[in-house]
């Protein structure tokens, strides 16, 4: 199974879909006049504005701006900083970060339409407002052709993320701390881990919405705010090695074997294939995962929770993700051998000794916890669309289950199925917002004047 999703993937993540990604960035920032370096400003004290405003004002059935903020910065701040990042070294080579800048950067202008119009369509159902993908997808495309992509695009993400992907999250954890387990002869197996995962995520599931909000509102800021005092330590003791860690990602970028050496056989074709598609699987760009978030919030137009929804993938990529990479690079954990969350933990290792390997799984858990708690939200968003409201439970159900067994599988065929599904909820996203394009462009001109 493992050999059939790679090859695959190879040919859908070879060209396919690192032309679509970046294309519809590229696309998206020339109509939109490079509005992620225009109106970057305005959009950082949109973000931060809500953070000290305690979150803002909602009505019944949504988010305030800041919990709308944080579920969406809890679903792209997740394993994917702290593995896929060493993922992305170890297969990629450093040069796969460089492609992975290059991604995120088109990538804000593309989640600033994808929150556009998810404001821009949102409706109410149940009592509760909602909104995502397969509501513009509906605008997009009328009739049967945009019923069955709005099915396709649901199924996809429920797939992708409520199953897939939160087997991931909890395949990261398991390892994390099997890790630091077996290095202290504590013999606890990794499916105690996911049964521990899924009964507290069992908890907050039955709160529905209102306890999901109220969790990761708290557990966002405090999280990111460890980690990044942690790195900057990290990367600070170790700060002569910044220039040639920089260097390694550039160089890299156009040349793998200059930097990895010829018997890795990386090629600048798996650079850019790493780095995009664990760029994606970090900051959601492009995929239709978050716009269900941006959606719930109280927010006074559509173009301000654009600008909120762009400082979000730069807050991932440019910020958490980078801290990552450069604690890898600046410690020269890649020379360790290991490979995805345990060559984290070996950087932190080397720079804060026996502690380093607990202070990445704590940071993970937190990390890849709040994102289990979106990607459950994202996918139920669907699961209503689908079913209704009454096969919420059993969805919740099983994505309890596949919390428990992604703890116990291998770590490649996890990520693979990730990478598999993620592909493909990606192209009937990206069909819907090329389409919707002028009316996020008259939605930009519209409320940017203001």
Known sequence: ??????????????????????????????????????????????????????????????????????????????????TGAATALIAGGPGAIFWMWVSAFFGMATIYGEATLAQEYKTKKDGEVTGGPVYYIHQAFKGTFGRVL???????????LGFMGNMVQSNSIGAAFSGV??????NIPPVAIGIILAVIAAFIFVGGTTRLAAVVEKIVPFMAGIYIVGSLILIGMNITALPGA???????????TAVVGGAAGITVREAIRYGVARGL??????????????????????HEQGLTAMISVFIDTFIVLNLTVFSVLTTGAMDSGKGGIALTQEAFMRGFGSFGDIFVAI?????AFSTVL????????NVQYLFGKKAVKVY???????????STLKVDLVWELADFFNGLMVIPNAMALLALSGVVVGISKKYGKK
């Open 1 to 82: 199974m493992l050999e059939f999703v790679k090859a695959v993937n190879e040919w859908m993540w070879g060209l396919i879909l690192l032309i679509i990604l970046c294309g519809t960035g590229i696309f998206f920032t020339i109509r939109l006049k490079f509005i992620q370096v225009r109106k970057f400003g305005e959009g950082c004290r949109l973000v931060f504005g809500h953070f000290k405003s305690s979150g803002g004002e909602r009505k019944e059935g949504e988010m305030t701006p800041f919990q709308s903020l944080a579920t969406a910065i809890a679903a792209q701040v997740g394993t994917g900083n702290l």
């Open 150 to 160: 709005a099915v396709i695009f649901a199924i996809f993400i429920i797939l992708a």
């Open 181 to 186: 387990f077996e290095s202290r002869n504590i």
């Open 246 to 256: 920089f260097k390694m990602i550039f160089v890299g970028a156009f040349n793998p």
């Open 281 to 302: 699987f970090s900051n959601e760009a492009g995929m239709g995962s978050t716009p269900h978030a941006h959606a719930r919030a109280a927010a006074k137009n559509p």
């Open 363 to 367: 940071c993970l858990l937190f990390f």
């Open 374 to 381: 979106s990607w459950h939200f994202f996918g139920q968003i």
């Open 396 to 406: 919740s159900i099983i994505v309890v289950a596949f919390i428990i067994v992604g």
